[in-house]
């Protein structure tokens, strides 16, 4: 089954607890991205992916990073989170950018207190 | 870069009335606009898109339209239905092949 796949769906942290998230799809995509989803506010892009090794800073990429070593594969990491980080995270991937259908994962909701 | 606005925020119709959400653009260059689906809990789904070289496109109730003079589209939903109660988020792709999201409309159908 084609599907975008994340790790952990929920997470309670306190903060400066270093952690990561996990994204991983089994289309042979090229593209993945990052958003975090808040109130208000709709989804807003993190960081995204064009290819293996290629990222790009989103929106609002600040206190964040990626890495994407494999295709399939784009994790997210929050190398010190704060509270402001306490969000609905998701994950896509395409094709080939913005101009295809974005499969979304699951979404990982995080809580830093 | 692109700048998306959604409106309204939230939208309440009743069961079998027509529901109409608007987005504007700022990028002129931008030539993608999809629609996503988010039922309550649950993740995105891509329910109908357009490209800029057409001005309207229609799946059964649904559909959009397109004005690239004045840079907005919206969606209508003709004969809601209760399970169309979700938030929608429009989208806007740039020339950088960035999406960007709207603010989302959360639609609300009474039976």
């Known amino acids: ?113 | 870069g692109e700048n998306v606005e959604q409106h309204p925020s939230t939208l309440s119709v009743q069961e079998g009335d027509s529901a109409v959400i608007k987005c504007t653009y700022s990028d002129s260059a931008s030539n993608y606009f999809p629609w996503y689906k988010q039922e309550l809990g649950k993740r995105p789904q891509l329910i109908i898109d357009i490209r800029s070289n057409v001005g309207e496109k229609k799946d059964q109730r649904i559909a959009v339209t397109l004005n690239k003079t004045a840079k907005h589209f919206s969606l209508h939903i003709t004969e809601t239905q209760p399970e169309d109660s979700a938030v929608y988020f429009c989208a806007s792709r740039d020339a950088g092949n960035m999406l960007t999201f709207g603010g989302g409309t959360r639609l609300m159908v009474k039976p």
């Open chain 1, 1 to 113: 089954e084609a599907q975008v796949t994340q790790n952990p769906r929920y997470l309670i942290t306190v903060t400066g607890k270093k952690l990561t998230v996990t994204c991983s799809q089994n289309m042979n995509h090229e593209y993945m991205s990052w958003y975090r989803q808040d109130p208000g506010l709709g989804l807003r892009q993190i960081y995204y992916s064009m290819n293996v090794e290629v990222t790009d800073k989103g929106d609002v990429p600040e206190g964040y990073k990626v890495s994407r070593k494999e295709k399939r594969n784009f994790p997210l990491i929050l190398e010190s989170p704060s509270p402001n980080q306490t969000s609905l995270y998701f994950c896509a991937s395409s094709l080939n950018g913005g101009a295809y259908e974005q499969y979304f994962g699951p979404g990982t909701r995080l809580t830093v207190t």
